[in-house]
């Protein structure tokens, strides 16, 4: 358990509206990644940090942008939402050195 | 690239049965694997993992793994499934960076 939290939890939004989520670990974790989760997908990776500052994209970062200030948080912003990034958003960390991902609750984000 | 094979999305067991879900990955590097396990409305956690050394893995919850090189699968089994059991179950493989390529995931419903 990395103390990973995550807020909003849940949020509702309309199509074109800028949206910010956060996550904040209390563990010191280097790593820092965003993952979107959908049925029939399984968990797909955003964008990911390595460091304070150093962000890389994943797989499906189209529409979305990170940043990465401090070692505690990560966010991840839509800066114009779409309906198709309706979806459940987990944070994980991992410490370096090591491979274990440790998983926030998730944020269930609804775009209308 | 990195890809992880999950078949059925929904499994279906009795309760008392045995439990196996099958997983067969691609890598180009030597894989460090995993199974996480989801229940409803939580974060994934981690079940049990594989890095180097012993092929046959023991996780939480009386899960068990076994790496086979030669066939590059990561079977998840337990002999005698349980109601709480019930949860979505993720395998998934390391490629670079720390990242981890995961799976669609597996339903399980337990039948009593």
């Known amino acids: 358990d990395a103390g990973i939290t995550q807020s909003p939890r849940h949020k509702v939004t309309e199509t074109g509206t800028p949206v910010t989520l956060r996550c904040h670990q209390t563990?010191?974790?280097?790593?820092m990644y965003w993952y979107r989760q959908d049925p029939g997908h399984g968990l797909r990776l955003i964008h990911y940090s390595y460091g304070v500052k150093d962000t890389d994209k994943g797989e499906v970062s189209d529409g979305y942008s990170v940043s990465r200030s401090k070692t505690e948080d990560f966010l991840l912003t839509l800066e114009s939402a779409t309906s198709s990034q309706t979806s459940v958003y987990f944070c994980a960390t991992c410490l370096a050195g090591q491979e274990t991902q440790y998983f926030g609750p998730g944020t269930r984000l609804l775009v209308l | 690239a990195q890809s992880v094979t999950q078949l059925g999305s929904h499994v279906s067991v009795s309760e008392g049965a045995l439990v196996l879900l099958r997983c067969n990955y691609s890598?180009?590097?030597?894989?460090?694997l995993f199974w996480y396990v989801q229940y409803p409305n939580q974060g994934l956690q981690l079940l049990l993992k594989?890095?180097?050394?012993?092929?046959l893995v023991k996780g939480i919850n009386g899960f068990e793994a076994e790496f086979k090189k030669s066939e590059t699968s990561f079977h998840l089994t337990k002999p005698s499934a349980h109601m709480s059991d019930a949860a979505e179950y993720f395998c998934a493989v390391s490629y670079g960076n720390n990242r981890l390529a995961f799976g669609k995931g597996n339903q399980v419903v337990v039948i009593p």
């Open positions: 594989y890095t180097t050394g012993a092929t």
């Open positions: 563990e010191n974790h280097r790593y």
């Open positions: 890598s180009s590097v030597p894989p460090y």
